[in-house]
């Protein structure tokens, strides 16, 4: 029997593989580490080192092939499909780094979607809420716009608003500043942070060491695995000099 510890979130060894056209892709290998409640940290790693894998698997969008994840002390397998519903909906605020929203709907629908799935709210108070948060984002001229109809950095604004609209208690945020000027950048993360002062616990991408300085902790990963700034350092230099290598081999014709 495990104890019971402070921990939000608890990986312990947790494994990701792809199955496809009998290929198989060691997405993460032994990944182990714990976000305590309220706390704030970044992840940062080359790409396609597995990070938007883990955040999937954190927010109960995709389960780990194996390892254990405990969310509030509770392992993830035993929680029922309803109760994972209901935490997704209720507890997780997701920023996707491919923004994920829908389509058919306005910006004023997107952002009021989550907010839809909570009781008690009332119309006025959701078009209010939905109001200010497009504000905060700078986004509230556009309430009638379709997502096909808005740039890139603006859709990832608004898919900033939705997954901040409902307050929740977890925040995962995936390259959440990556389509944005640095103006608009500095917004976001000024937003994360007042979310991270009210109580939430927030696991946010980034490429930019400049927005990871915004965590508390710093986690990096390499190749599916979660390593120290240093290994991470050394094995992309290492990465690097090989790329040199062979961009020296093909201008040279050996
Ligand atoms: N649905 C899938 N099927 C097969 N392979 C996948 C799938 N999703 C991810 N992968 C593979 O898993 C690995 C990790 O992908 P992931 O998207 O987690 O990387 P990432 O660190 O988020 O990269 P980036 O910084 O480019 O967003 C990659 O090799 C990717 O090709
Ligand atoms: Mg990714």
Known sequence: MTQPTNALLELKDIAKVFYTDEVETHALSGVHFDIQRGEYISITGPSGCGKSTLLSILGLLDSPTSGSYRLNNVPVEDISAAER???????????????????DLTVFENVELPLTYRDGVSKAERRDRVQEALERVGMAHRLKHYPSQLSGGQQQRVAVARALVGKPSLLLADEPTGNLDSKNGEAVMALLDELHKSGSTIAMVTHDPRYADFAQRKIFMFDGRVVDEETLHRLRKEEESRLDAQILRARTGT
């Open 85 to 103: 519903a209901r935490i997704r909906n209720k507890e997780i605020g997701f920023i996707f780094q491919a923004f994920n929203l829908i389509g």
